[in-house]
């Protein structure tokens, strides 16, 4: 790789492609027929060296498809391609740092920026008008750097922390961002505001600084109970119809912050604050008969709640009661010939499903791919020695 600074999400910018240059569905080649480690490491080399224009729309969100690109091949087993303290270094420079300590009482938030369009330098006066910090941001890049072997204790996990703690809301829920924290004092203000996401990568934060002191978790727990609905998933938010990725950020949460135990339904103890038996049935009716998974009833299988849906059964010990076969031939029937995964079968693939897809394939144990932290969504530093 060159020396220069790594920037994953330089792009690919030349022509636009016409339509007869851009490759259809229908002449991608027949799904091969087993997992093929070796083109999708290339795959994700690619992402790390060279982005596909298509992705400049995706500019805000650099950090995310870092973590995708490096946790993936991370997963892969081939973290050797890249430069670890190249990756460290770029990720570390996203960090939003407050003046003086007395700033962290201004409500903003000091955790890491997505990209450098959401990093606005400061004023004349050396003030930060514009602290674009942002949750899912900041999970991502705590994720890349314990990917890539920093020792997270020597960041400045006090800013992120105490600032994280301005971003929850008194009836448990988080804001993303500062400027979002505002709005919602506006009730009912932006959708997005209130869903399990925003409270699953907060636990996460908190987990990987080993420190709580950026969650009121009794306060968490109680607004994820509200969303659990009459046939077992999680909304959303409270009311909301049940969804797979909510399911998975809410159960994710729960077991991340103390409240539920791994691999429930092996335990005697039947109680739990959850409804484990419905939650299992909705979870269970997820599977297809296609063999894939689906996020919501009556929507067609998609990649990623492979690991959505199935990661959920994972913590709750219901894995084995999957078609796993089934799921396979599914997820083959995804996996491009240019290396990743697509949403449905015969679509071009994308960097977003194919991690979802190498960690679908983690959970079923596929050989050459390291094992899964179900509930972090990467792979389990402990069980490889890491940490």
């Not at 890539?148 to 600032?163: A, M, Q, Y």
């Not at 960690?359 to 792979?379: V, Y």
Request: net charge negative; charged share 20%; hydrophobic share 40%.
């Amino acid at each position: 790789m060159a020396t220069r600074e790594w920037n994953p999400l330089d792009f690919d910018i030349g022509e636009e492609e016409d339509e007869e240059g851009t490759p259809s569905p229908s002449s991608i080649s027949p799904p091969l027929p087993y997992f093929d480690r070796d083109r999708h490491v290339a795959f994700l080399e690619m992402m790390y060296n060279l982005m596909p224009h298509h992705y400049q729309s995706q500019e805000i969100n650099r950090l995310t498809l870092a973590f995708f690109t490096i946790s993936g091949l991370h997963l892969l087993r081939a973290l050797d391609r890249v430069d670890k303290d190249s990756v460290a270094d770029w990720v570390l420079s996203f960090q939003a740092h407050p003046r003086s300590r007395a700033e962290l009482k201004n409500g903003q938030f000091y955790g890491f920026h997505g990209s450098r369009t959401s990093q606005f330098p400061p004023d004349e006066n050396g003030v930060s008008a514009c602290n674009s910090g942002h949750l899912a941001s900041t999970y991502c890049a705590l994720a890349i750097l314990k990917t890539v072997g920093f020792n997270l204790l020597t960041i400045d996990k006090e800013s992120i922390l105490t600032s994280l703690r301005n971003l929850q809301q008194p009836d448990g829920r988080y804001a993303s961002t500062y400027f979002l924290c505002q709005w919602m004092l506006v009730p009912r203000q932006i959708f997005d505001l209130y869903i399990v996401l925003l409270i699953d990568v907060s636990a996460a934060i908190c987990l990987m600084l080993e420190d709580w002191s950026g969650m009121d978790r009794e306060k968490a727990k109680e607004y994820i109970l509200k969303c659990q609905s009459y046939d077992g998933g999680f909304g959303l938010m409270p009311g909301l119809e049940s969804h797979g990725g909510g399911t998975y950020c809410a159960v994710a949460s729960l077991r991340l912050m103390g409240y539920i135990e791994d691999d429930l339904l092996s335990k005697t103890v039947t109680s739990s604050i959850i409804n484990v038996p419905l939650l299992l049935d909705w979870c269970m009716q997820r599977q297809a008969i296609d063999g894939g998974f689906q996020g919501r009833a009556n929507k067609p299988s998609d990649t990623c709640y492979a690991f959505w849906i199935g990661a959920v059964l994972r913590i709750l010990g219901g894995y084995k009661f999957i078609d796993k076969i089934a799921l396979h031939r599914f997820l083959l029937t995804c996996q491009s010939e240019f290396g990743g995964f697509s949403k449905y079968p015969g679509d071009l693939p994308d960097i977003y499903h194919a991690y979802y897809g190498y960690t679908a394939f983690s959970l079923l144990e596929e050989p050459g791919l390291n094992p899964l932290c179900a509930e972090l969504g990467m792979t389990d530093l402990t069980a490889i020695g890491i940490i």
